[in-house]
């Protein structure tokens, strides 16, 4: 299967930020269009504009974002990261959310978490209990068992090997201008939009 995990797009040597899969307003009431044009359009082309900066001259700047990734530390590796995810961030996220009612990914996830409210439960828990800014991840490792990886900052699953399934933002400016400080909230409503459609095709994926 063609690899479904986005990598933001390149222009030469460089990286341009890619287009969201859908308009800034589709996710309301849940993430409105003014989240969007932070979170977006300056969080998320912040982190491109620094990267293209920090990579120039490197023994980076001609590597897919995703070996960037998996090489670079310090810096470079934060904003690579964080461009990277915020990506993946995007495709995670639909107006038009239907959960699995059968299939493998759902049988995984039953497996590894006894059922997909179960699921949603735990993940939710680490995302609300995720000490500072970072990420809550559901990821497939080498033996194909999924689990939940709560990674601070701009920690990315790659490193360690292990391919991202889905993500939830839980740094501040994903959530404070719709929730303000109640992460617990803006949780609770990223399940109403999750793109479960996207999580499927990734778990088809074998890593590499």
């Not at 790659?158 to 501040?172: H, S, Y």
């Amino acid at each position: 299967m063609e690899r479904q995990t986005p990598q933001t797009e390149t222009a030469g040597q460089y990286y341009s930020l890619p287009s969201l899969p859908f308009a800034m307003n589709a996710l309301e009431p849940n993430m409105s269009a003014e989240t969007f044009e932070y979170h977006y359009g300056k969080h998320h082309k912040g982190y491109v504009d620094k990267l293209n900066v920090l990579i120039k001259g490197t023994e980076f700047e001609s590597l897919p974002l995703e070996e960037v990734i998996k090489r670079s530390s310090g810096p470079l590796f934060n904003n690579a990261a964080q461009a990277w995810n915020h990506t993946f961030f995007w495709k995670c996220l639909t107006p038009n959310s239907k959960k699995p009612q059968s299939g493998a990914l759902l049988e995984a996830i039953e497996k590894s978490f006894g059922s997909l409210d179960d699921f949603k439960t735990e993940f939710s828990k680490q995302a609300v209990d995720l000490f500072g800014s970072g990420w809550v991840w559901l990821v497939k490792d080498q033996r194909d068992q999924l689990m939940i990886k709560s990674l601070g900052n701009a920690g990315n699953p790659l490193v360690d090997g292990m391919l991202p399934l889905l993500v939830c933002d839980v740094w501040e400016h994903a959530y404070y201008i719709d929730y303000r400080n109640v992460r617990k909230d803006y949780v609770q409503k990223f399940w109403n939009v999750v793109n479960w459609n996207f999580v499927q095709e990734c778990f088809g994926e074998k890593l590499h």
